[in-house]
């Protein structure tokens, strides 16, 4: 349209340039941007507000009030197909029934999203005999699956059985009791496990998990993550160990192994070393590609007093040359990262000779580069982000076999062992990542 304002002057109506660009240009745009971000450019027009819309409902989080509503308003704008992941805390509502309640309008909203990926549930306390399946349909295809209710999840275990595109699956964490049909064999496709030990002894030979994390005892753990190790071999890369410590000593080492010897060797049991050290853990490890380890220990009981009494392993004669040779060749040849974060890291900062020495042990025993443990509990100027924590890493550079153990040597932040970076970051997900 041409307007005329005179004899010779013409003014031409605005082109809508942004029409011209192709969505599937807009629709690379919006992955870049924020959540906030793709809520303007929504309201600019309606044809920016149908593109933005697609990346909006793409990744939803959601609270238990919430979850009738929305569920309501995808499928009055016809968006169900662009929900691909959904992270629902049931946290909130008190009493059973409406706890009951938003559990059946969720699995009712689940089964209406068909190219659902990703599904996570979170805060759920539901009695046993309300669950229900939550999947349902067998119109998803699931690629991720979270759930800290082991309730839930085996109410949804015949739909979940049944998602043979499954490659991450977080559940089953405290369950003692399994029927015989629920196993990791169930996806062939998994990769990515975060579970407990009853679920995780279910491991088979044909598994091909390459990133664990695995909750149970100290008592067990060494016996628990020596068995998953040998049987998933070579496909093992990163392995989280998540510790329950009962009491604050333990009462014995049963899992006797030869130091010295490959991991498997168990001519009888070996006293307590009296150390949570993963050093100790690593001669369980049979992982020739293992290239991550973690422990975090976390007690049964808040506010149980603890003792931290320690001797160096590096001084110990089983835990000389031999046992050196055995973790390079045939444990963990392959192991780059060690992260241990101990039940008693809130009072680290004043157990410094103590943290010192647990670093100097990895990094004399163990073929790894970089040793991260919780020294710093505060820095300044730096903002702490959610779910961060204080840590402080090593790397090593340069250490000597004949350099000396005690006291610490002067190459301890010098050209040997250098303190790298010390302040607030969040390593949760470390394992999956790494």
């Known amino acids: 349209m041409v307007v005329h304002s005179g004899p010779q002057h013409a003014v031409r109506a605005p082109r809508r340039v942004h029409r011209q660009v192709p969505a599937e ?113 067998d119109s998803c295809r699931l690629e991720k699956f979270y759930c800290d209710c082991d309730e839930l999840v085996l109410a949804s275990w015949p739909s979940l059985s049944r998602q043979h595109s499954l490659q991450e699956f977080r559940g089953l964490y405290g369950v003692l009791a399994l029927p015989p049909t629920v196993a990791p064999s169930a996806f062939p496709e998994l990769r990515v496990l975060a579970t407990g030990p009853t679920f995780a002894s279910r491991i088979s030979s044909g598994c091909k998990v390459s990133r664990l994390s695995i909750h149970a005892p100290r008592m067990t753990a060494a016996s628990i993550v020596k068995r998953i190790t040998e049987v998933l071999g070579d496909h093992l890369v990163t392995l989280k160990v998540v510790r329950t410590i009962l009491c604050p000593r333990s009462a014995g080492n049963n899992w006797g192994i030869d130091l010295a010897g490959p991991a498997g060797a168990m001519p009888g049991a070996i006293p307590y070393w009296e150390s949570d050290s993963p050093v100790v853990l690593c001669a369980a490890l049979s992982a020739p590609r293992l290239r991550y380890f973690e422990v975090r220990d976390r007690v049964h009981t808040p506010g149980t007093s603890w003792s931290v009494g320690f001797d160096t392993l590096r001084e110990r004669p089983s835990f000389g040359p031999a046992f050196k040779e055995a973790q390079r060749t045939s444990r963990t040849p392959s192991l780059s990262t060690l992260l241990w974060r101990p039940v008693w890291a809130g009072a680290s900062k004043a157990l410094r000779s103590i943290v010192f020495d647990h670093v100097m042990d990895a990094f004399s025993l163990l073929p790894v580069s970089y040793v991260g443990m919780p020294l710093v509990e505060h820095v300044s100027g730096l903002t702490a982000a959610p779910n961060a924590e204080g840590w402080s890493t090593w790397a090593k550079a340069g250490l000597g076999e004949n350099a000396p153990a005690r006291p610490p040597p002067a190459w301890w932040e010098g050209p040997g062992t250098v303190e790298q970076a010390s302040g607030y970051v969040c390593m949760d997900e470390l394992w999956v990542t790494f």
């Open 25 to 137: 240009v807009w629709h690379m745009v919006c992955q870049h941007l924020g959540r906030r971000d793709l809520l303007r450019l929504a309201q600019v027009c309606r044809y920016l507000s149908a593109v933005a819309e697609r990346d909006i409902y793409r990744d939803v989080t959601l609270t238990a009030p919430f979850v009738t509503s929305w569920g309501g308003a995808v499928m009055l704008h016809h968006r169900a197909d662009a929900v691909r992941s959904l992270s629902v805390s049931l946290a909130g509502p008190k009493g059973v029934a409406r706890r009951v309640d938003v559990l059946f309008r969720l699995a009712s909203a689940v089964c209406q999203l068909p190219n659902l990926r990703e599904l996570k549930v979170k805060d759920a306390r539901i009695p046993r005999e309300f669950c229900r399946d939550l999947v349902g349909s």
